[in-house]
């Protein structure tokens, strides 16, 4: 033990986490191209209206949702690193890009949990997360110029190819810490340090963890927490992916390839990507120097996370003075949503085993589709209707879309608060989950 003690510990969990957020921000630049062409170049020639555009986000929203109720128990069921492959195969392939997507986040998360012990897990998971910023502030620099230069075809292929990349070094690089060369015996201690000490001396030992069967994950309360927690906030996030370049131009001129509109949404993703990253950090702080247990350490955190969305109230209003007031506050709503995602989905390595965790993932992550479906759907239908009323419709001194547009924003502004209390109401105290054998 004390030779294990003076060795230096490895960090190829960090490697892992690379990996997660290279994966993510690739997903997020695929889901990015047509919000970012549809406006400006797809529905010109196509003669898409808005509830047009709501019907495709929201079936995609709607096959995501199915695709996830399957894609977490696959995950558990195949193992992390094949199961994360034959996802990404999807994707790559643009077969279908909701069963691509379906089994990254339960994939990543079970991954994460593989390699980090929980006091960090919400701090890597908001690095990997931040992928999806990254990937939301990537896409606007580069789509809509691909899409002017070579045309909106073009811009689906190439971003649809670099999926060939990461699979390649994904199969390269991941094992499981046990069986992973890279991983040392010291930071395998660091990984494990949630088990038993007796469990972590060997690193030969390997101890089958018993499976929660598929329907009886619903018995328990913690699962609807977090199924709740997606679906009241999921859908908030995927509405201003899809909408904010489309909102941009609707309201104050600036097309997608503008210099302006690409400043804009490139604005916007910037604040939520540095600010989302520190977010993880927070519940570390709280369990570290405050000395709470994660769980509640974590629900302290999304608390403060939940109240960055109620700026958003104030998006619509301030932008009759700047466009640039829109961008920095749904910036800070999304950086708000990032970090609350990070904690969220760090909630499951806390309360369930390692076995279940991709179940538990897909599940939730179908909820949060099926609110997606539920606000780009609807949002679609709502902005035509709006716009052919005009002034007949008034909402907070605004009349037609722009009064649709403060209707949405004032949902997504109060729905991480409504999930939150719903969540600490159904868990209000830490409880892992123990299966008996």
């Known amino acids: 033990m004390n030779a294990v003690r003076k060795t230096k510990m490895s960090n190829f969990r960090w490697v892992i986490c690379a990996l997660l957020f290279l994966a993510t921000t690739i997903n997020y630049m695929d889901r990015q191209v047509l919000s970012l062409t549809w406006k400006d170049f797809i529905a010109p020639e196509f003669h898409w209206t808005d509830a047009d555009y709501g019907t495709i986000t929201g079936m995609f929203s709607l096959f995501y949702a199915i695709a996830n109720l399957f894609a977490g128990k696959f995950i558990d069921w195949m193992g992390t690193k094949k199961g994360y492959l034959i996802a990404w195969l999807f994707l790559s392939c643009r077969l279908i890009l909701a069963v691509g997507e379906a089994g990254n986040f339960p994939a990543a998360i079970k991954a994460t949990a593989e390699y980090f012990p929980k006091k960090d897990r919400a701090f890597s998971t908001s690095i990997f997360n931040s992928g999806a910023s990254v990937g939301a502030l990537a896409a606007p620099a580069t789509i809509p110029l691909l899409a002017r230069a070579w045309g909106w075809e073009m811009a689906f292929i190439i971003i649809g190819a670099l999926g060939f990349i990461w699979m390649g070094l994904w199969m390269w690089l991941y094992e499981k810490p046990r069986q992973n060369k890279r991983v040392n015996q010291a930071e395998l201690n660091f990984i494990e340090q949630d088990n038993d000490l007796a469990e972590v001396q060997d690193r030969n030992v390997v101890k089958e963890e018993k499976a929660i069967p598929f329907f009886d994950c619903f018995k328990y309360k913690q699962t609807w927490s977090f199924l709740v927690g997606k679906f009241m906030t999921d859908g908030v996030w995927w509405f201003f992916l899809f909408w904010a370049p489309a909102y941009f131009s609707d309201q104050y001129g600036y097309t997608s390839d503008s210099a302006m509109g690409i400043a804009l949404i490139f604005t916007l993703y910037a604040i939520v990507t540095i600010l989302s990253i520190g977010g993880g950090y927070l519940p570390t702080y709280f369990v570290d120097k405050k000395g709470m247990n994660p769980y509640l350490g974590r629900m302290r955190a999304m608390f403060i996370f939940a109240c960055f969305p109620v700026l958003g109230l104030f998006a619509q209003p301030l932008g009759a003075y700047s466009a640039w007031w829109p961008a920095i506050l749904i910036g800070l709503l999304g950086a708000g949503h990032q970090a609350w995602s990070a904690n969220l989905f760090s909630t499951i390595g806390d309360m369930f085993p390692k076995s279940t965790i991709g179940t538990i993932v897909g599940l939730g992550t179908m909820a ?70």
Do not use: H, R
């Open 368 to 437: 949060g589709g099926i609110g997606s479906m539920s606000i780009n759907l609807g949002s679609g239908k709502f902005f035509d209707w709006a716009a052919e009323q005009g002034a007949n419709f008034t909402f907070f001194g605004f009349e037609g879309k722009p009064a649709a547009y403060m209707v949405v924003f004032c949902i997504c502004a109060v729905a991480y608060l409504i999930g939150w209390c719903i969540m600490k109401a159904l868990v209000p105290k830490y409880k892992p989950i123990v299966i008996e054998d």
